[in-house]
């Protein structure tokens, strides 16, 4: 390539060469991204380093030929981070660059020589770097010092964590750059999000209706106290707090107004607002949208499509297209004011590998965490989610908040050596027993053995009563005993997304109109769903799920007596294996012994007793040490256990750091006209992915031998060779959804929502 000849970055298909990015304008372009995102958390140099080195590998010839159409495969990532090792000191802070910069298209590789081409160890020792490079670029500035302090025995986890915030940063830098080069008009939309500042006048001006209405609830004095003590507290330097309000103290929107005022008052970035099921997502997102604008609340997960809600009142006069174009971009990195997402989306992203999961890490910095019902964190994985929100808290001036109704003991203490340093406590221990004595709106009794027809001529006896037991199927069968009785309904995850949530809105209209309301569900009900029955039944559980079954009971505290939680162990259905049948047994434990199963100190004994028995292995589990000859057992294990070298299996603990293991199978309901556009759009369109992601509050999950079934009786249409479409609407119940009766026991995959 001729000396004088420009080199180049990106390409412009039809456009001359002189209309194309320059490679010196990108890699600066990216540098001071990346060095401004990585300042949230002290890295500024590290940033500038990896923007500055990442596409080194693009000085080659064969690399320009492909920008210019050839067809020649060019790693273009290997070379960089192969300088990086070659010319930072200490050789540990260059391999950390050298992860970012080698992954920043194909995902963070894993980091020992395995066998494994892709293994980091293998690239660097196969790159050859390009004689083409620059001076400038061979003699960047190295990095002065380590953002974090690394404390012994939890060096290598810390060290881990902090190369994928830096490689967030540097893959947002890069999508971002390319992204004003290519399609400049997607920053105008990127940046048209209201301030904190804003949405923190607004949470103001709508808490100051609550208490101008004309009819207050009985909890209501004691709601205000929760938002007075939120309010309180938000002046507090950036931390770990906890938030333990009981169910119906409000503590939804006082958590928020605590999140927005603490932001303000210490110049954080945003509020990220994480939810453990996508039952209760929208239902929170609705009031946050109701609260501080439609304009303002980003809701990333798998069931929302920001264009279902055309036609509602909007804020943003630009309109609903533009606002759920804003909404798409802002799902990339979390680049809002106001995050609703779920705990699956959070935790996974925390240890992911891809750059699409990893490029809105570096926007959890510096912002407020609000994690709503923290006791919903499996115990298989508790240890690697401590870790992380240590992490968050202690080097990147992140503000955690575990949000709960029943406060899980999450604290360091003798049976659980890894949990958290103390948290600031918003609801002072001697308000808390006040607060709860007083929004006790229930009480709890164990009926002991119960058969599904007693059952079901117990529920049939109330007028309105919830049922909630542990799987789909008994949910199913229990509804077909109660048959003609009035008013009768059933909810469970064998109904799509949007179907389950007409079904709740039907019910919400039968109990606020006093018809007759027998309610049959699985426990997708129990997590914040905003229902109230005098009476509740729930199958024998943790302590945690009887708290939150007893949610959904006397909620407003309108009954003149305490509503009633009747907790049963089934007959007809054999006892859950695994995790549920520990948590069971457990709770039944806590029954026994304590008289007040629902204090505070019942429910602590309760998750001391589940996290001891787990034991150290239960509560930091991989899948692949059983698998394979690997020795390594467990995520922080594997991060910690060659942390010296820096040497991180990063593609293995993201495959292993599952939030929901599942074997279940996607298949796409065309319920309503919505879903039958969609998948006919999925047929003849050219692209698929918006129509996918709108095709998830359309999908139910189900057994691989549900869907063996359906799939030999022809029942199953395979659309773009990755959707699975329900061709045969006669095997969706309109009652139960959708349900393959293929005989047999229960088996252990049958106890899922």
Known sequence: ????????????????????????????????????????????????????????????????????????????????????VDTMQPKNWGRALAYCIAGHHAGLPDGKESGDPSCLTLRLRNAVLPAAMPDWLTRAAAPQALPFTQVAGRSGFQAAFFIRMLYSCLVDADFLDTEV???????????????????????????????????????????????????????????????????????????????????????????????????????????????????????????????????????????????????????????????????????????????????????????????????????????????????????????????????????????????????????????????????????????????????????GGHRQVLCVVNCRRHARLLRGRLGAAEGVFHLSAGMCPVHRSRRLADIRAALQAGRPCRVVSTTLIECGVDVSFPVVYRAEAGIDSVAQASGRCNREGELPERGVVYVFEPVDVPTPGGDMARAAEIGAGIMRRRP????????????????????????????????GPDVLRGIVSALQSDGNRWNFPFRKVADAFQFITSCYRPVLVPWDEEGEAIVAGLRHAAHAGKLARRAQRYTVQIPPWEFAALEAD???????????????????????GLFVDVGGAFRAEDWIA
Not at 597 to 626: N, Q
Not at 718 to 725: A, G, K, L, P, S
Request: with cysteine; hydrophobic share 40%.
């Open 1 to 84: 390539m001729p000396e004088e000849c420009p080199w180049y970055a990106h390409s412009v298909p039809d456009r001359p060469q002189d209309t194309w990015q320059t490679l010196p304008e990108h890699l600066h372009g990216v540098a001071r991204r990346a060095a401004a995102f990585a300042e949230a958390f002290g890295a500024r140099q590290w940033g500038h380093a990896a923007g500055l080195l990442h596409d080194a590998g693009k000085y080659t010839e064969a690399f320009q030929r492909r920008l210019a159409g050839g067809a020649e495969r060019v790693d273009h990532s290997t070379a960089g981070a192969k300088l990086a």
């Open 181 to 459: 080069f290519l399609e400049k008009g997607k920053q105008a939309l990127r940046e048209g999000h209201p301030p904190l500042e804003a949405l923190w006048e607004r949470l103001q001006e709508h808490l100051g209706k609550f208490k101008a209405k004309e009819k207050p609830s009985p909890v209501d004095p004691w709601r205000n106290a929760v938002l007075g003590w939120c309010l309180e507290a938000a002046g507090h330097a950036p931390g770990l707090f906890s938030l333990t309000v009981p169910t119906g103290g409000g503590k939804t929107l006082s958590s928020l107004a605590f999140a927005l005022q603490h932001a303000v008052t210490h110049d954080l970035k945003r509020v990220i607002y994480v939810i453990p099921y996508t039952s209760i997502i929208e239902q929170n997102a609705d009031v946050f949208r109701e609260a501080v604008g439609a304009d303002a609340v980003v809701e990333h997960h798998s069931n929302f499509d920001p264009l279902a809600r055309k036609g509602q009142k909007r804020e943003d006069p630009a309109g609903d297209e533009v606002l759920a174009a804003r909404h798409d971009l802002a799902c990339e990195n979390w680049d809002a004011p106001l995050v609703v997402t779920t705990s699956v989306q959070f935790f996974e992203s925390l240890f992911a590998a891809r750059s699409s999961r990893c490029r809105k890490l570096h926007n959890i910095a510096k912002s407020v965490v609000i994690l709503d019902e923290a006791q919903m964190l499996p115990p298989r994985i508790l240890r690697p989610c401590m870790e992380a929100l240590r992490a968050l808290t202690e080097s990147y001036g992140t503000t955690v908040v575990l949000c709960t109704a029943t406060q899980p003991a999450l604290t360091q203490t003798d049976t659980f050596p890894h949990g958290l340093d103390r948290p600031v406590k918003i609801v002072r221990d001697k308000d808390k027993e006040e607060l709860f004595r007083a929004l006790r709106r229930t009480r709890v009794e164990h009926l002991g053995k119960l058969t599904d027809e007693g059952l079901a001529a117990r529920l």
């Open 596 to 627: 007040d199963v629902l204090s505070p100190e019942a429910v602590t004994a309760y998750f001391r007793e589940l996290y001891w028995t787990a034991g150290e292995d239960g509560l930091d589990a991989l899948e692949w040490d059983r698998r």
């Open 714 to 736: 022809g029942a199953l249409e395979c659309v773009r060779e990755r959707f699975f479409v329900l061709a045969r609407m006669d095997r969706y119940d309109d009652e139960e």
